[in-house]
T-cell receptor, first 109, second 111 residues
Framework: AQRVTQPEKLLSVFKGAPVELKCNYS??????LFWYVQYSRQRLQLLLR??SRESIKGFTADLNKGETSFHLKKPFAQEEDSAMYYC???????????FGSGTQLTVLP | NAGVTQTPKFQVLKTGQSMTLQCAQD?????MYWYRQDPGMGLRLIYY???????DKGEVPNGYNVSRLNKREFSLRLESAAPSQTSVYFC??????????FGSGTRLTVV
């Protein structure tokens, strides 16, 4: 069965500092990975998907199959980045999206 | 606007009461999902429907039932609410490789 682990429940950084949100996964097949963001009391929004290798709002994430990781990074954090971030893995065989437990990012002024 | 619409946004139930959470999407997606969101536990899948006419259990289906009424609508029913079902419920739909689209959520409190 697939599993997604986000080891940090809370993460605080100062504005302008680099930020990395960790995500590790376990999955026997070829993973399809996503990062979702949820701003305060709003719906989840897709931030990144690994297959597109895009940069959204300055965030990037690289899939490392050797380390089974998909960490989310941003070189210079902004206060508006404060939100809950979820890493998620889609299993084609199970047709399910499995979420990690989330990391609450707070960017301090 | 296109997207996923959930009703109601808030609900308070007494233990043992029943209710149905409604979800509709207008993107012609085949797959629809119900998740619950609890602090420290992320989102956990309750039920999903890969296509109209089919439903399958997710990780935490006990205490819930679902109906895929048509391609647009996927409802979640609590037959006898319990305090452990206090949560935020999200409906989502998916098509292809473009990720999931989520509704705005239903905040349910069972007292």
């Amino acid at each position: 069965a697939q599993r997604v682990t986000q080891p940090e429940k809370l993460l605080s950084v100062f504005k302008g500092a680099p930020v990395e949100l960790k995500c590790n996964y376990s999955y026997s097949g070829s993973p399809e990975l996503f990062w979702y963001v949820q701003y305060s009391r709003q719906r989840l929004q897709l931030l990144l998907r690994h297959i597109s290798r895009e940069s959204i709002k300055g965030f990037t994430a690289d899939l490392n199959k050797g380390e089974t990781s998909f960490h989310l990074k941003k070189p210079f954090a902004q206060e508006e980045d404060s939100a809950m971030y979820y890493c998620a893995l889609y299993s084609g065989s199970a047709r399910q999206l499995t979420f990690g437990s989330g990391t609450q990012l707070t960017v301090l002024p | 606007n296109a997207g996923v619409t959930q009703t109601p946004k808030f609900q308070v139930l007494k233990t043992g009461q029943s209710m149905t959470l409604q979800c509709a999407q207008d993107m012609n997606h085949n797959s629809m999902y119900w998740y619950r969101q609890d602090p420290g536990m992320g989102l956990r899948l309750i039920y999903y429907s890969a296509s109209e006419g089919t439903t399958d259990k997710g990780e935490v289906p006990n205490g819930y039932n679902v109906s895929r009424l048509n391609k647009r609508e996927f409802s979640l029913r609590l037959e006898s609410a319990a305090p452990s079902q206090t949560s935020v419920y999200f409906c989502a739909s998916r098509e292809g490789l473009y990720g999931y689209t989520f509704g705005s959520g239903t905040r349910l409190t069972v007292v």
